[in-house]
């Protein structure tokens, strides 16, 4: 049961459960401008939720259609030259016209181009960031926040810096085998963690990708962008136990994970989504 | 049991066996250009189905190759300048080397670059042109034929556009619950649709992309364009049955499909195919 | 059981299930260049085997992250200009780094850019190179070794290939039905077959691909170039075998292989492995 003590703006079971009625109702296209290990498994993890997906990450079209999609994700996982132009296409396209979008920064930190790109992205404001731990402390020591940003690499050890992205975003996630989400509410910062979910998801790749896809969806029919976060997360930890008691390894796992996507109800995620309010 | 009063310029079941059969006696080499999204499922499509496949798509290969192909797969999916060009050097060699294309303008409509590309392309004179009923009655709309093209994204309301597009490509079908497949026969224009198959195939990305590799496949092994591409159909309708019983959701749906494309008989096609001739 | 006769410099089916045991202790993290049919399933492999996998192909990273990433790959299926740059940096960064680097020559022979490409990487010197057996062959012929290179695809005819490739490489292998391998020993050149596998592996995409990653990975974590690639081929074939046994098509052959590769004790590849010494 959600916990009904909670002030409105903390996201609880059951606004998840209606977001997913949502996202069923409304089929939000998300555009999606990921890597190519991930954009076949992100497109089929967006149509198995409910969302639909069109990937659009040339120069010449990524700006039009960020400023018509439902959402759009920016996924830096293999950029070139040319997606990298079209990333900041789309999201200042999706900036100006009101699209809610993603920023995933896969691989910031530790690969300077792409950090020096993500860090211009940044000033275009996404909605959202999600990233795992240490992607979301490279990311916020960008801005040289560097205010006891640890140095872990355990998603509670980001939380500082996934406030300190506060400043850029929305709202901010930091995956690990708990998430952690955090978002400006009317009275300051507000977050949850996100428990549940599967040790196979770090044995499928792209899963976070996907996670990344999920949220564009759900930040375009979710009255909040901290409901929306929150609830692709819920939906991926919920599908993700699911999916782990119907498989016998990481190759049944992800068909397993796809089918639990599309078979779960609001009423599986009122009864098992794990989402708890962090003091902050 | 197909129908013996059709003439011989119409496909049936039968033929449509037959054509497996030289499909898997024939193993023909397509070479594929398509998107990111669908590229290893395409490939697995045609290992599965008993064709084979490489996909070729720089400018430094893709002419070069195309004239050596079996047949050839232009899929618009996700472009690029170096991509747009070298769809263009493959359908310039394909045709003049006379091997059979297809084009599949996924995306065409709604976003202006790669409709401009597509009318490139259409000069190229496809073989075959499959689509979905919005992406023909766009293609279609390139060349201001617009006499009734229905806008509705039913692929019924796509016939006329289908038939529209005789004037550059042998064949033309348009994909839905139902599919519709126009040729040109000795006396006007034949065509038939296929029924069957299943919905689940809209919940997996590249099933679309698929079809169309598979349709390049079977229009090297065929007497007739029109079958070669009615066969594509069916064989996608027939397995896409089986592996709908033989699935839980969309994961394992994308497995069985591959199972099933594999495991079809000439028999299955047979007993399970349902082609039917349209009064053009 | 292993022949306790071999010298040291033969793999042993003791040496793989020792060097599977180091493969999942200090999970090597591999950098994949390779194409985008394979991409996905050539991370998945690398995650269920039990190493990791980041696919940096980009000429502005490719180089900086061969330097400190355990082992790469550069798998040539699907080359721009702008990845076919970045391997040649990233093959440049390994060898000077000492960074084990394989070069999996997908197509040579019939594709003269490529070819060409092949040639110049090849005067980097990867440490290992795996091919099917024409592409060793062809990529044998580039330097005009010709002594009787076999003109027939079979594995064991590519032998005389995958010698003269020793000029260039410590180890290098031909796929088939049989794996044939060869490396420099201390007294000569030495190798092994590799028997057993399935024929599914034809049936799937990039299985191939998958095992050029997974032999950076081995690489990274044996003592010698040998062992590392045999361990690799040894690790597919008993998986495969396995998944072989679970499966009813490539579709379920390829989830039920992802399953093998993280399922398979040291104690099955004791058990399992079928490594034989050549005489050359």
Known sequence: MPDATLPTTYPTANDVADALDALRSSTPLVQSLTNLVSANFVTNVLLAAGASNAHID?????????AIASGVLVNLGTP???TAAAFTLAAESATASGTPWVLDPVGVGGLPWR???????????????????SEIIALAGLGNFGRGVDSSSESEGALPAAVALLQFAQVVSASGAIDYIVGRGESGT????VLGGSP?????TATGCALGGLAAAYLAVTPSSLLGLTAAHTHVAVASELAQRNSSGPGSFAVAFLDALASITPEDIRAQARIERLDL
Chains 1, 2, 3 share one sequence.
């Open 115 to 133: 950090t020096e790109l993500a860090a211009g992205l940044l000033t275009q404001r996404p909605t959202a960031i999600r990233g795992n731990a």
């Open 80 to 82: 070139d030259d040319g």
């Open 58 to 66: 040339n120069v010449h079209e990524a700006a039009g259609f960020a």
């Open 190 to 193: 507000v977050g949850v963690r």
């Open 200 to 204: 196979l998801l770090t044995k499928v």
